[in-house]
């Protein structure tokens, strides 16, 4: 014969968690939250870290672009890049030492706050267009020029006349804590081809 077990025999049913169900799974959303937020701590830094280096290429590309559509200099060429209005560079070594923050324009205008041209008519850059100031601040233009000669598989610095020039631009950022670091470095080597009769 089977036995019925009454309400009152079976063991009390339990209801809630206890303390220390409680302080562990606390435990491992804390484990878990700092996890993730040092995870996005690390990216928000790389984004960072990449976007200056995005512009710091863009300045580069930019300014060696200028550079190479300038000419060759036909004197002995003594460069001092010491102003910051880019438009009476007419050769080469006239950018020599070009050193400036923050980076402008061949025209002597902080790139970005330049006016720009519309159906031939000059205007101021949209508010919304400009890029914060305090950020261009951090960024710096430098150019060097240098005679150079052939030596092998590489170029060696000349001080008498040469038909070759290598141009180094380089854009460091500066960053909050006052640590300046190169984001990009570009050469190149320039020839003086003469023209066939």
């Known amino acids: 014969m089977q036995s019925r077990v009454s309400q009152a025999e079976l063991p009390p049913r339990r209801t809630g968690i206890t303390l220390v169900e409680t302080m562990i799974s606390v435990s491992l959303m804390t484990f878990a939250a700092s996890a993730l937020l040092t995870a996005v701590s ?3 830094q790389v984004s960072t870290d990449n976007l200056h280096a995005a512009v710091a290429n863009g300045l580069a590309d930019q300014l060696m672009d200028e550079i190479a559509a300038v000419k060759f200099p036909t004197g002995s060429g003594s460069g001092s890049g010491a102003s910051s209005n880019r438009s009476g560079f007419t050769d ?3 950018y020599n030492g070009y050193n400036v923050s923050p980076p402008q324009a061949r025209n002597g205008q902080v790139i970005g ?5 519309v159906n031939e008519v000059k205007t101021d850059r949209p508010q919304p267009f400009q890029p914060d100031p305090r950020l261009l601040s951090r960024y710096r233009q430098q150019v060097t020029v240098e005679k150079v000669a052939e030596s092998g598989n590489t170029w060696v610095v000349v001080s008498q006349s040469s038909t070759l020039r290598r141009v180094t631009v380089t854009i460091s950022y500066t960053d909050a804590q006052g640590k300046t670091t190169p984001l990009a470095v570009q050469v190149r080597v320039f020839s003086n ?5």
């Open 42 to 44: 690390s990216s928000v």
């Open 92 to 94: 080469l070594d006239s």
């Open 113 to 117: 706050m330049d006016a720009t041209t």
């Open 193 to 197: 081809v003469a023209v066939a009769p």
